[in-house]
């Protein structure tokens, strides 16, 4: 019933930001009588942050169109390498018609950025793709809206999430020979999970992996999204943020956790900030601060864009994550492809080097949550594993910004071409 009524006030809002964003445009417009009102200026910044507040927000696009390669400006063509039915693995193709670069570029390294299933889409990582672009071969999970999947397709559970990121880096291996796997915040889980399995089974694992930002170990730490997912019993979850999609879209009927209500809360964790954000921006309007209008603009198209999540696949995220503590505790069992349970052993891990990254004032996964890899993996040699921790740095900052750019990607970078060339 939430969803339908959600429907119902987003058409309204709709409307009602239509109407704004023309009001706005014609205050602004000094071919307009209006604009030579007093106050234009402010009407039109008001009816401009009304238009952004009532706005529906799609999914953004990459938009990576060159990148730099060793001092060349090379063209990035975006493919969908593998098409599942709630995830699309993409390529982004580097295309030059440079002899050299393209050498450079075959001789590159290959990673498989594994994105957040946790309410954004993968092009929150946009800024962590362009600067890997500039060394590597990249492709990223590009998780579905489970609203557009229709029912026949199943249910997508954490078991599922494990079995995709395998068959994505089987496939990377079978294509490049090997392949490195950076995870940032959620993915963590199940891309340790991944790799452990496979090095249980004696398959060739990836040449190392990245976690970054992510609950290994979630009782480390514990931050306000550790408080919420155990503050509750797991039967409230199950009936106050579940719901079915409306018949409108693709996936009526399915069970999901509404992207809508994970906004709610990405919101009401720093509201005061969030009021503040918009007061400034209304600021630069006013003050024909095109720049600074432009970075808010640029930040809260990707951040209001948002995913309903399968109810499986989030309810088993907070029960055996976030409650139960199966990984850190060692009791996870997860179901192949063949329906076929596998106890996750990270201690079989032998060969895939591990690099732990945690910023100082992360308040989505607190200091020593990554971390915690390090001590599930015990069969891996000293020489095998590093730490990073970024100073200064929030959840965001460690993989997009200043600091990913100076500290973080740096050492990331350095990782993986000491363990590729191993």
């Not at 990576?64 to 063209?75: C, H, N, P, Q, R």
């Not at 199940?190 to 004696?202: E, F, I, K, N």
Request: glycine share 6%; charged share 20%; net charge negative.
């Amino acid at each position: 019933m939430l969803y339908q009524l959600h429907e119902h006030q987003r058409s309204v809002k709709q409307s009602l930001a239509r109407f704004a964003r023309s009001a706005s445009r014609a205050y602004a417009n000094p071919l307009s009588g209006l604009a030579q009102l007093p106050f234009a200026k402010n009407l039109s910044a008001s009816y401009d942050l009304m238009h952004r507040l009532g706005k529906e927000y799609k999914k953004p696009s990459f938009k990576l169109e060159t990148i730099a390669v060793a001092g060349s400006s090379v063209m990035v063509h975006e493919v969908v390498e593998i098409a599942r039915p709630f995830c699309d693995l993409l390529s982004f193709k580097r295309l030059s018609d440079d002899m050299a670069t393209l050498q450079q570029i075959e001789a590159q390294p290959t990673v498989l950025l594994v994105a957040p299933l946790s309410g954004h889409y993968a092009t929150l990582l946009r800024d962590t793709v362009k600067t890997l672009l500039q060394d590597h071969r990249v492709y990223i999970t590009d998780w579905k809206n489970a609203s557009l999947v229709p029912v026949t397709e199943g249910e997508f559970h954490l078991d599922d999430y494990v079995n995709y990121v395998q068959d994505f880096i089987r496939h990377l291996q079978a294509v490049h020979g090997n392949c490195h796997v950076v995870s940032v915040c959620q993915p963590t889980v199940p891309v340790l999970a991944a790799v452990a399995l496979m090095a249980s089974r004696g398959e060739q694992a990836p040449l190392s992996m990245t976690m970054m930002g992510g609950p290994i170990d979630a009782r480390e730490s514990p931050t306000a999204v550790n408080a919420f997912a155990t503050g509750k019993r797991f039967e409230w979850f199950e009936n106050n943020v579940i719901f079915s999609v409306p018949a409108n879209y693709p996936g009526a009927g399915r069970r999901v956790y509404p992207g809508f209500l994970q906004h709610t809360g990405f919101v009401a964790m720093n509201p005061q900030s969030h009021t503040q954000h918009h007061i400034d921006y209304f600021q630069d309007l006013v003050h024909d601060d095109a720049a600074a209008a432009a970075a808010h603009r640029k930040f809260y198209d990707e951040y209001n864009a948002v995913l309903d999540m399968d109810a499986a696949f989030y309810l088993e995220t907070i029960k055996l994550v976030f409650q139960d503590y199966n990984l850190a505790l060692g009791t996870w069992d997860v179901k192949n492809s063949a329906g076929v349970a596998e106890r996750v052993r990270p201690q079989d891990i032998t060969h895939t080097a591990l690099l732990s990254v945690e910023g100082e004032l992360d308040d989505i996964a607190g200091i020593g949550q990554t971390r915690a890899a390090h001590t599930l993996c015990s069969g891996l040699a000293p020489a095998q594993r590093e730490h990073l921790e970024i100073p200064g740095a929030g959840h965001y900052g460690i993989f997009s910004g200043q600091r990913w750019h100076q500290l973080t990607y740096p050492a990331l970078k350095a990782f993986i071409a000491t363990h590729h060339a191993k």
